[in-house]
């Protein structure tokens, strides 16, 4: 089938950012510096180190980072939680500048040399990525590559949690742990743009306050108060249509039964530890639905992917969410940044300037 004349520029552009990628005489063969890590252990073994440029494979594009975000996923790989091999790039977001296409890139993607995009994918936290470009949102004018690097994980976490994990309805009541934090924050403005009551819960008062300017109704200081008792008395004894947790075996024996009947328990994370010994049978209780989502999975699709980001770029253009940048960080005080996230000293997004 005949291309029209600009599928066909572009294929051509592509085509010729791909043989300046296979040319001998570079740009692809320099290095550069990179926030890398040689074993698992605690935030000293990051260092920022010289690496060589990533090439972008055929499907690949090559962005010039300007803003990595982090996240826990980020000390799961440094801890060794979740396994990696070494040397080892740290950062799973980010956002910058198209710089190269592969030559396979797909034209339905409408990808371009220039264009502002923000990536979920590994190894980002470097001046530059070589990333599928199936996994590359597109920024609107309405958003910054600073807002595009702290949201695109996060944000896509929290809306496919809130609408595919368990979709949220107007009149529901749900529960939201760490409020006051980047992935909680993001959970509680969604749930209130789709009708929830939402009860929070944080462990400061510094922290309640920032939880209640994400929106929430109610703020619990799990700190000293039951969260359990809290959420049976506000909920007249009933509990909540769904629990959004990312804290992980500290709070998930309770998370259960903050759960109404026929509800759902959705665990996300791990933030004080993973689940262990955990019996089935105590779902039948309330006959509660348990889910345990990773982002990659439910954006995997291209199609998937494209639909959720357009909808969570929609909400931030519109200024229904709002990404809440509380620190910035730089490349060589990125474990700085992990030990702010893992130690509890954080709120809302953390994010790391890796170029102007
Ligand atoms: N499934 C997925 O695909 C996916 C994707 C992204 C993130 N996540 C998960 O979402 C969770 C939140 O990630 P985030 O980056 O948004 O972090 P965050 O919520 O900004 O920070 C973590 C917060 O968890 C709370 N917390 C409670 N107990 C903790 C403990 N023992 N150690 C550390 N923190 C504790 C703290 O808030 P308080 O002090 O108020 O308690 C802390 O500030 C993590 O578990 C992460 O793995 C999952």
Same mark, same amino acid.
């Given at each position: 089938?005949?291309?029209?004349?600009?599928?066909?520029?572009?294929?051509?552009?592509?085509?010729?950012?791909?043989?300046?990628?296979?040319?001998?005489?570079?740009?692809?063969?320099?290095?550069?510096?990179?926030?890398?890590?040689?074993?698992?252990?605690?935030?000293?073994?990051?260092?920022?180190?010289?690496?060589?440029?990533?090439?972008?494979?055929? *499907?690949?594009?090559?962005?010039?980072?300007?803003?990595?975000?982090?996240?826990?996923?980020?000390?799961?790989?440094?801890?060794?939680?979740?396994?990696?091999?070494?040397?080892?790039?740290?950062?799973?977001?980010?956002?910058?500048?198209?710089?190269?296409?592969?030559?396979?890139?797909?034209?339905?993607?409408?990808?371009?040399?220039?264009?502002?995009?923000?990536?979920?994918?590994?190894?980002?936290?470097?001046?530059?990525?070589? *990333?599928?470009?199936?996994?590359?949102?597109?920024?609107?004018?309405?958003?910054?590559?600073?807002?595009?690097?702290?949201?695109?994980?996060?944000?896509? *976490?929290?809306?496919?949690?809130?609408?595919?994990?368990?979709?949220?309805?107007?009149?529901?009541?749900?529960?939201?742990?760490?409020?006051?934090?980047?992935?909680?924050?993001?959970?509680?403005?969604?749930?209130?743009?789709?009708?929830?009551?939402?009860?929070?819960?944080?462990?400061?008062?510094?922290?309640?306050?920032?939880?209640?300017?994400?929106?929430?109704?109610?703020?619990?200081?799990?700190?000293?108060?039951?969260?359990?008792?809290?959420?049976?008395?506000?909920?007249?004894?009933?509990?909540?249509?769904?629990?959004?947790?990312?804290?992980?075996?500290?709070?998930?024996?309770?998370?259960l039964?903050?759960?109404?009947?026929?509800?759902?328990m959705?665990?996300?994370?791990?933030?004080?530890?993973?689940i262990?010994g955990f019996r089935p049978l105590e779902l039948g209780k309330?006959n509660v639905k348990l889910i345990r989502?990773?982002?990659?999975?439910?954006?995997?699709?291209?199609?998937?992917?494209?639909?959720?980001?357009?909808?969570?770029?929609?909400?931030?253009?519109?200024?229904?969410?709002?990404?809440?940048?509380?620190?910035?960080?730089?490349?060589?005080?990125?474990?700085?940044?992990?030990?702010?996230?893992?130690?509890?000293?954080?709120?809302?997004?953390?994010?790391?300037?890796?170029?102007?």
């Open positions: 089938m005949l291309r029209p004349p600009v599928a066909r520029l572009q294929a051509l552009s592509r085509s010729l950012a791909a043989t300046t990628r296979f040319s001998s005489t570079r740009p692809f063969s320099t290095n550069m510096k990179a926030v890398i890590y040689n074993s698992t252990g605690d935030s000293s073994v990051l260092q920022v180190g010289d690496v060589p440029k990533p090439s972008p494979g055929p *499907t690949d594009v090559l962005m010039k980072v300007e803003w990595a975000g982090v996240n826990f996923i980020d000390i799961y790989f440094r801890t060794g939680l979740y396994p990696t091999t070494f040397p080892a790039t740290t950062g799973r977001e980010g956002a910058g500048v198209i710089e190269a296409l592969g030559a396979d890139v797909p034209a339905e993607y409408n990808l371009s040399v220039g264009d502002r995009v923000a990536c979920y994918a590994q190894n980002v936290m470097a001046e530059y990525c070589a *990333t599928p470009a199936a996994r590359l949102m597109k920024l609107p004018d309405a958003v910054t590559t600073r807002q595009g690097a702290g949201l695109i994980l996060q944000g896509l *976490t929290a809306w496919t949690l809130v609408k595919d994990a368990h979709e949220v309805k107007a009149g529901e009541v749900v529960l939201v742990h760490a409020a006051a934090g980047g992935t909680g924050g993001l959970i509680v403005q969604m749930a209130k743009h789709l009708g929830a009551t939402v009860i929070g819960t944080a462990s400061t008062p510094e922290k309640i306050a920032i939880a209640k300017e994400h929106g929430c109704d109610h703020v619990i200081n799990y700190s000293h108060q039951s969260v359990l008792d809290e959420v049976m008395r506000l909920t007249d004894g009933k509990g909540c249509h769904a629990v959004f947790s990312g804290i992980g075996k500290a709070t998930f024996k309770d998370d039964e903050c759960c109404r009947k026929k509800g759902t959705v665990t996300f994370g791990n933030a004080s530890g993973a262990e309330k989502p990773r982002l990659d999975v439910y954006v995997s699709e291209r199609e998937d992917f494209e639909q959720r980001s357009a909808e969570l770029l929609d909400l931030v253009a519109k200024g229904i969410v709002k990404l809440d940048i509380a620190k910035e960080y730089t490349m060589e005080q990125v474990g700085q940044a992990h030990d702010d996230l893992s130690g509890r000293k954080s709120t809302g997004k953390l994010i790391v300037k890796i170029a102007d």
